[in-house]
């Protein structure tokens, strides 16, 4: 272990130290003869303790961000620090250290465990493993946690086995995995969109719930705006990996200005507020997955918003040229409209 | 068209006496009529759906009860009349609908293949039936000659859709037809299947979790808790006054995101173990208006003006007679 690795361990203390930023991030896969524009000048900052949304379709580049905070990926431009950590720059070794302070959360908990481990075993693997405990420490603390996520009583669970487990319950160990370690900061893609409606609210709050104890930052990845709104602080809408709107999320969902979060906003069921029918039947675009591909080149060629294409509202310039971010700190739309 | 007297689903177990799955469901379903089936995992909606639509392997399943299509009691039809009607009456649209295609086959020749075992079209007819059914689904005529992984998934799932229409059934039956796809994808679905459903006048079964998204669609909602459905009512009268403590408790779940402050609440505790022999009314552990009755005694079925509740806080007061 190099000196400056020693030095980043102990350094280590209670979360809420370090702030996430990323600056100009882009991220384009080259593919056969196009390529495709993943994050395009991503700028962003996640505070200590706050939970910032990120909320797009599939294709907006959500979890390309994803996977570029946590280090699964390197950005193509850009720079993402967190901390003292470039986490662009980070080799294999350090990047075992820095995800330590870093830990996902997934869509899917049924993919997620291992399905030959016990509850207990899941929780203390990543104890020893990181904060390198001794077998009885590591016992206690994962008890601690088990009360925390809700997996309680502690005896009845710690032998239980994922299939044993509902779907709500295997979430909950999949959070009680991720904040053993003591994270810094939590990824969660999609945590409860695989869950039942009527559990969701619990695993949502019980995210809100560490974030304060804890003072842990979360990236919550969502396209579902009903639940950023509850949860987050701030939302970022993504389309095509361009940011198009962002602030507060009571601000931007309550007063959205970009066409594309309106679409998103309107998609949300909603039984409180009926639909005119047929309003959205249009957007959606009827293009084969070869097209989709090849048209957000256009958008980071400088060719226009990548909206346009989808937007009822399109003009003339919005082919030609990209809007950038207006508005103040707690709200900023990307669009010409305005 | 469609009724269904007391149906009753077991999953056979070689341990125990087996899952109840579907616990004495009886209801109708009319022509051209929207309507929707709604629990949460494991309350045995997509079962029902199943055991209607004859997809349920007898040797593992003990299936009891009444399924009449038009008059033809499905149940006790054989499989090679069974398989006959399939299509042509009744069709199966399932939430890996889209990841049923056979990967190496164009999507036309996938439409062709039920086409040909069904009907004695032509293959110019067939075209151009396909090219109809592909534009109802908002899908460009061209897409027949795609494969499937060329597609998107709300685009496989739109042409599973178009390809459940194709000989023109009277009963769509669809298993969370959108529930792995995105919000604005499955808006747009959701509304392109309603729109239709009353322009072509078939019948949809839609099976999902999601009520907010069941209400905006469906005409009538059934909701469904441990194998029975506790509540069936007109979709505008469920949302203004759902009885049924579940119903009430699911609708909880849901808030409109634009509004001044917004919070979620969910359901406490879980569905109750199917294995077990249920005392009582299975929601009482999770009721918020569990009553002492609630723990002992079934609740009956209450009739209401539209449609029923099954809940004790309806019963109609006995009379005594001194």
Redesign the interface.
Known sequence: MSLREQGLQNKQTAPGRYVLELKDVSKVYEGRGHSTVAAYKVNFTVEPGKIVALVG??GSGKSTLARLITGIEKPTEGRITFGEWHVESLKSRQLRNYRKHVQMVFQDPFSALNPQNTVLHSIMRPLRRHLRLSEAEARERAFSIMSTVRLTPVEQFMNKKPHQL???QRQRLVIARAIAPEPELIVADEPVSML???????V?NLIDEIRRTRNMSVIYIT?????A??LADEVIVLYRGHIVERGTSDEV??NPSHPYTE?????????????V?????A??V?I???Q?LVAPVKGAAGQGCPFAPRCPHVMDRCRTSIPSLTGDSRHQTACFKN | MLQVKDLWVTYKSRRSAGVAAVRGVQFDIPDNTFVGLVGESGCGKSTLGFAIAGLLDPKRNNVQGEVMLDGQDLRKLPSEQMRALRWSKLSVVLQGGMNAFNPVLKIKHQFMDVMREHSNMSKAEMTERIAELLSAVDLDPSVMESYPHELSGGMKQRAAIALSLVLKPRLVILDEPTTALDAVVQRSIVTMLSDLQRELGFSVLFVSHDLGLVLEVAQRVMVMYAGQIVEDKPASMLMEQAEHPYTQALLGCYANPRAEHVSLSGIPGSPPDLRAVLRGCPFAPRCAKKMDICAVETPRLVKREEGSVLCHLYAPKEVTVR
């Open positions: 379709e599939s509902s779907g709500g039942d409606v009527s559990i969701r609210a619990d949502l396209h579902d705006m009903l639940s709104r509850v969902l309550r679409l998103l906003l309107e998609s949300v069921p909603n039984p409180f507020e009926p639909k029918r047929t309003a959205s039947r957007p959606e009827s084969t997955r070869k989709a």
